[in-house]
């Protein structure tokens, strides 16, 4: 038996987003897992319901902790605070096998398929949706803070933002000149002003490089049927690799196929959906060509690996979600690495060469844009000791 003998949770003002739970063993083993959003909320959950389950209980059962914590009496649906604890429970989980049988996890999910998976980079700038609530907008007052400020770059000079990623190995990009024409009308309508306006970062970046990079557009689950019909037919020409999360809420799944219906461009979705059934949904109704999920969101790596299979059965590729936290990014990619249909492990740049280097102690490495697989035992990084150490650190334990 692996005995778990403590549950501890750490977060920092500076990161208002994100927790991190470090799940010990009697072994003298600390896996270490991520949430993302609503720290505070995740936190409560796992001082007041999972570590009194899951203290004295054997780390080695990963399957039955995530039946349990992902199908209470009650049960939740989508990505709640208890699913998002349970994601990042399951990680640490997932770090301790690893570490007790001296192999990284891709292995311990049953081997790798591939060394390296090919990175896109996502076009966000160093504190991108990590202190608040709400994502950033970018307005004319802003000035660019450092040679990573993609979102910035984006709405500036996107031509030149493509050239910079191919000279660094990226082939891919993803980029959101639409949300700014959303809040007039809470996402129900797009004007022809502002379809073209969204419309001119794109044909910038086919101007400058051609058909060198590929061209991801991200809608953030901002719009109508309607105005995200009317935004997709207008990318068709612009050749994108894919549209995401084009509509709110991506749980719709029936209004979610009617737009794939309608429209040409590959959908891709969804980062905000919990759990295998709804990915299940998704794919019967024909409604996403892409499958993304976010490991901290839909149950961690071991509902996540059911999700992959899905996709796999239903022939659609697979894109781990990053945008969130160093964690939750080196099990993105243990899947990828790991699930046969997996196409592109996402990354973020600017957090790659910033602050993520600053929490964990080691980052994935990128060579000419492929994020190569770990050879370490468990996820391949831990929670840098100062980050709990801080003045202003809020660490929580759980003990037997």
């Given at each position: 038996m692996s005995k778990i003998t403590s549950l501890r949770t750490i977060r920092i003002p500076e990161r208002q987003n994100l927790l991190w739970v470090e799940v010990t063993t009697d072994e003298g083993l600390t896996g270490l897992g991520e949430s993302f959003r609503g720290s505070a909320a995740v936190e409560a959950v796992m001082h007041d319901v999972v570590a009194p389950y899951l203290i004295g209980r054997d780390a080695r059962r990963i399957e039955?902790?995530?039946?349990?914590?992902?199908?209470?009496?009650?049960?939740?649906?989508?990505?709640?605070?208890?699913?998002?604890?349970?994601?990042?429970?399951?990680?640490?989980?997932?770090?301790?096998?690893?570490?007790?049988?001296?192999?990284?996890?891709?292995?311990?999910?049953?081997?790798?398929?591939?060394?390296?998976?090919?990175?896109?980079?996502?076009?966000?700038?160093?504190?991108?949706?990590?202190?608040?609530?709400?994502?950033?907008?970018?307005?004319?007052?802003?000035?660019?803070?450092?040679?990573?400020?993609?979102?910035?770059?984006?709405?500036?000079?996107?031509?030149?933002?493509?050239?910079?990623?191919?000279?660094?190995?990226?082939?891919?990009?993803?980029?959101?000149?639409?949300?700014?024409?959303?809040?007039?009308?809470?996402?129900q309508m797009i004007s022809l002003e502002g379809l073209k306006k969204g419309l001119e970062p794109f044909e910038k970046i086919r101007r400058a490089v051609g058909d060198r990079i590929e061209i991801m557009a991200e809608l953030h689950s901002l719009w109508?049927?309607?105005?995200?019909?009317?935004?997709?037919?207008?990318?068709?020409?612009?050749?994108?690799?894919?549209?995401?999360?084009?509509?709110?809420?991506?749980?719709?799944?029936?209004?979610?196929?009617?737009?794939?219906?309608?429209?040409?461009?590959?959908?891709?979705?969804?980062?905000?959906?919990?759990?295998?059934?709804?990915?299940?949904?998704?794919?019967?109704?024909?409604?996403?060509?892409?499958?993304?999920?976010?490991?901290?969101?839909?149950g961690g790596l071991t509902e996540?690996?059911?999700?992959?299979?899905?996709?796999?059965?239903?022939?659609?590729?697979?894109?781990?979600?990053?945008?969130?936290g160093p964690v939750a990014l080196w099990a993105g990619l243990h899947l990828a690495l790991h699930a046969p249909t997996a196409i592109f492990q996402e990354v973020v740049r600017a957090t790659l060469a910033t602050w993520y280097r600053d929490l964990v102690t080691e980052l994935p490495v990128i060579r000419n844009g492929l994020v190569q697989a770990p050879t370490a035992p468990g996820l391949g990084c831990a929670l840098n000791p100062a980050v709990a150490r801080r003045d202003d650190a809020i660490v929580r334990e759980s003990r037997a």
């Open positions: 039955a902790h995530s039946r349990h914590l992902l199908t209470p009496y009650v049960g939740f649906g989508g990505s709640s605070a208890e699913v998002r604890a349970a994601s990042a429970v399951d990680m640490a989980l997932w770090d301790l096998a690893g570490q007790r049988h001296g192999i990284p996890i891709h292995e311990a999910l049953g081997g790798a398929v591939r060394d390296s998976i090919r990175a896109y980079n996502t076009c966000a700038g160093y504190d991108y949706n990590s202190r608040g609530a709400g994502q950033r907008r970018i307005g004319e007052a802003d000035a660019v803070t450092g040679p990573y400020d993609d979102q910035v770059a984006f709405f500036r000079d996107a031509g030149a933002l493509a050239e910079s990623l191919l000279s660094e190995g990226y082939a891919a990009m993803k980029i959101w000149p639409f949300d700014p024409h959303a809040d007039a009308s809470g996402g109508s049927v309607h105005a995200a019909t009317r935004i997709c037919r207008a990318l068709e020409d612009v050749g994108i690799f894919w549209a995401e999360d084009p509509i709110g809420k991506m749980d719709d799944l029936e209004s979610l196929a009617e737009l794939r219906r309608a429209v040409r461009v590959p959908i891709c979705g969804s980062e905000t959906l919990g759990g295998k059934v709804n990915f299940r949904r998704a794919l019967s109704l024909g409604a996403v060509d892409i499958v993304m999920l976010d490991l901290a969101w839909c996540g690996r059911k999700i992959a299979a899905l996709a796999e059965a239903h022939a659609r590729p697979l894109a781990p979600h990053d945008c969130t």
